[in-house]
């Protein structure tokens, strides 16, 4: 996944198909493989979203629950 900032008019969700390629080369053209690490990494991030949101202090978020 790109490191560098985006652009005003990039769109953060188009995937190109050298993006596709760059990830299937990672894991050896494996697209089972490749699946699977982009679902672990979702995974991750979905978790530290969590734990960020836990952190944050009920003031913030206006008393509602997590």
């Known amino acids: 996944m790109p490191s560098e900032a985006l652009r005003a008019d990039e769109n953060p969700f188009d995937v190109s ?3 596709v390629e760059r990830h299937l080369a990672l894991c050896e053209g494996d697209a ?3 699946i699977q690490q982009l ?10 979203i969590s734990l960020l ?3 944050a202090s009920r ?3 206006r008393g509602r629950a997590p």
């Open 39 to 48: 679902l672990v990494g979702q995974a991750y991030l979905e978790r530290r």
């Open 17 to 19: 198909d050298e993006d």
């Open 59 to 61: 003031g913030y978020s």
């Open 53 to 55: 949101m836990l952190s």
């Open 32 to 34: 089972r493989e490749t």
